[in-house]
Nanobody, 116 residues
Framework: VQLQASGGGLVQAGGSLRLSCAAS???????????MGWYRQAPGKQREAVAT???????NYDDSVKGRFTISRDNAKGTVTLQMNSLKPEDTAIYYC????????WGQGTLVTVSS
């Protein structure tokens, strides 16, 4: 599975960004069976889960982003999206999408920088 993440950038605190992760065309047939997630890694810190969505559509969020971030998926398009609102400087990190289907695949990171 190849995953292509996009949508990162520089935003002021309180602003919004929308991250998108697209699976390769050859993977879209079984994309609906993947559990998907967004993870982030800030400088000097370990990678952590931000939001996940199962193949059944069940979502889970880290406490730090609950009420501000929303994860969603479009199985027909083979995409998973992270809508990030009310961004804070502490949300600054490289964001990665991940697919799980027995094995684990990671997309390349996309940098999110939130200025105060």
């Amino acid at each position: 599975v190849q995953l292509q993440a996009s949508g990162g950038g520089l935003v002021q605190a309180g602003g919004s960004l929308r991250l998108s992760c697209a699976a390769s065309r050859t993977s879209r047939i079984i994309f609906k069976d993947y559990d998907m997630g967004w993870y982030r890694q800030a400088p000097g810190k370990q990678r952590e889960a931000v939001a996940t969505i199962t193949s059944e559509g069940n979502t889970n969020y880290d406490d730090s982003v609950k009420g501000r971030f929303t994860i969603s998926r479009d199985n027909a398009k083979g995409t998973v999206t992270l809508q990030m609102n009310s961004l804070k400087p502490e949300d600054t990190a490289i964001y990665y999408c991940r697919a799980t289907y027995g094995l684990v695949w990671w997309g390349q990171g996309t940098l999110v920088t939130v200025s105060s």
